[in-house]
Each structure stands twice: as C-alpha cells, then as structure tokens.
C-alpha cells in the first residue's frame, strides 16, 4: 500500500528536490567552466575536476527523476567531499598543487556546503518515519529502519552547518591573490622543451606573456595574480638569450620583468621543471602563450 504524504510536507520536499538538483547543476557547471578554463592543465588536478564535472551532473539527473533519500545523501556527501578537496588545497595543496583564495573558489565552496544543507534535510524529511506504532512487528522493524536511517540523515545535515563554520574560517585565514613584491634582480634562461625554446626564470619554469597586455601595462590584476604571478625586478639574460630586455612599473614601486616588449608571468599550473602547462590557456579574458626566445 502506498504511503500518504500530507500535502505541505509534499510541498517541502519538492522545493527542496528542486534546490538540489539546481545546485547540483550550478556545481557542475562552476566545476565545468574551472575545468575548461585553466584547471585541465594542471596534473593530476585537472581528471580530477573532470570527474566532479560528471558525477555532479550524474547525480542532479538521477536525483531529478527518482526522488530518492539515497541519491541525496550521496549527492551531499559528494558535495562534502569536494568542499573538503577545496580546503585541504587551500591550506596544505593536493598533488603538489596549492590554491589560493579566488572569487571563483568562494562562489564554489559556498554552493557546495548549500548543496550539502539541501539534500542532507531533503533526505531527512523523506526518512520521518510514516508507519505508527503497530502491533505488526514487520511495521515496526520498517519504522525502525526510517528512524535508524532519519538519525543517519541528521548527522548529515549537521556536518552541513559544521562544513559551513570550517570554510568560514577558511575564506578569512586562506591565502589571497599576493601582494607582488618590487624584487631584485631576474635572470632569465632558455630552455628546451618539445623542440621549442622557451624562455625559463632561473629555476627552471616556464615564462608565459598575456594577450592582453601592453609593452608598458599589465592587465593581470587581482585573482589574476595569484595564477599568474608576476616575473618582478630588473631582468638580466642567461646565456645565449637573444631579446630586448626592460621592465614596466606595475604601481607601488614594482617593476615587472618584460621580454621583447611582454610582461612575464609563471604559472601555479607547472608544478615542475620542463612543463608549459599554461600556453594556450584562454584565463582572465585573454589567451596566455609561452614565451619563445632565439637563440
């Protein structure tokens, strides 16, 4: 026999089935155009946001058509984990790769842990359990199993508002987009890579130049930054370099290191020597290219 759900408890659960799936969605779609626009490069990192792309799709369609307690709970249990994946990169990195603070991070985690609230009540609503006090002690062990379950569901909902304090407290003590010191003196090497020679800082990275910018502006500001750190100082040229070398002054007393009239950046995304993870990324509004020397 069919349980009979009172109609605003109805209306409830429908709104809140209508929340997730739509969160579910926006966190797949943030995730999506992350991916898209900069984090499929990264190694490592970069499956990993492919595969929180699909499973969060994945799940806002089965639960969309089924309804289910059990979708929910695995959906804000996916939505727990991610926020979790978000804070261990922000404190302490994952796979060598350490993320700091961006608007697009915050809009994320703040739809992760709503996404976590709405399935975790959506489940526990849907586990209150219907079935009276019988005498039938196959009902009783079904109100049983609800109550086993319901308790299960609240645990849930308050690890949501337990997620909620943790990334409080991570926004406000995280690392930011850095304040770019004037810095001293940038010797700028070549290097070899897949048959192209690119222009490396002392240390063996990659040197990257922005579309958008000027021979005497950047446009990397803000968020901008903290991917794409900026190559400070007066440069001066490793051997067999062959290009005109200055500086522009970025405000503040900081000069930033250019190369035939680019701006120079690193990027957070080369976790290693020898990489070019960055060229060709459309990032920030612009296309980033890797910068090529003669030698």
């Known amino acids: 026999m069919s349980r009979r759900v009172p109609l605003p408890r109805r209306w409830t659960q429908l709104s809140l089935r209508v929340a997730g799936v739509g969160l579910l969605v926006a966190a797949g779609a943030i995730h999506l155009d992350l991916y898209l626009t900069g984090y499929r490069s990264i ?67 703040v739809i992760e842990v709503a ?3 709405v399935l975790a009540l959506y489940a526990v ?12 002690p196959a009902r009783r062990r079904v109100a049983g ?11 849930v909902a308050g690890a949501s508002l337990a997620c909620l304090a943790v990334f409080g407290m991570a926004a406000a003590i995280a690392i930011g987009p850095p304040s770019v010191s004037p810095g001293g003196t940038t010797e700028l090497l ?18 990257y130049w922005f579309a958008l910018d000027s021979p005497t502006q ?14 400070t100082g007066s440069p001066a040229a490793g ?47 612009g296309i980033w290219h890797e910068v090529t020397v003669t030698r």
């Open 145 to 155: 199993i609800r109550i086993g379950a319901r308790s299960g569901a609240m645990v």
């Open 239 to 285: 051997s067999g370099v062959a290009g005109t070398l200055g500086t522009i002054d970025r405000g503040a007393g900081v000069l930033q290191a250019t190369f035939d009239g680019h701006p120079l950046y690193r990027y957070v995304g080369d976790t290693a020597q020898g990489q070019a993870n960055g060229n060709g990324l459309n990032l920030n509004g």
């Open 43 to 109: 190694p490592t990192i970069g499956w990993m946001f492919l595969l929180q792309v699909i499973t969060a799709f994945l799940l806002a369609l089965t639960f969309a058509i089924s309804g289910s307690w059990a979708v929910a709970a695995m959906g804000a249990g996916f939505a727990a984990s991610t926020l979790i994946g978000y804070l261990l990169s922000v404190w302490v990195g994952l796979f060598g790769f350490k993320e700091v603070r961006t608007t697009a991070g915050i809009v994320a985690a």
């Open 115 to 117: 996404t976590v609230a």
């Open 125 to 136: 609503i849907d586990l209150n359990p219907l079935v009276s006090a019988s005498a039938d």
């Open 218 to 231: 950047s446009r990397c500001v803000g968020d901008c930054e903290a991917y794409w750190p900026p190559v």
């Open 190 to 207: 070549s290097a070899q890579l897949k048959g192209v020679t690119l222009l490396t800082d002392a240390k063996g990275f990659t040197l």
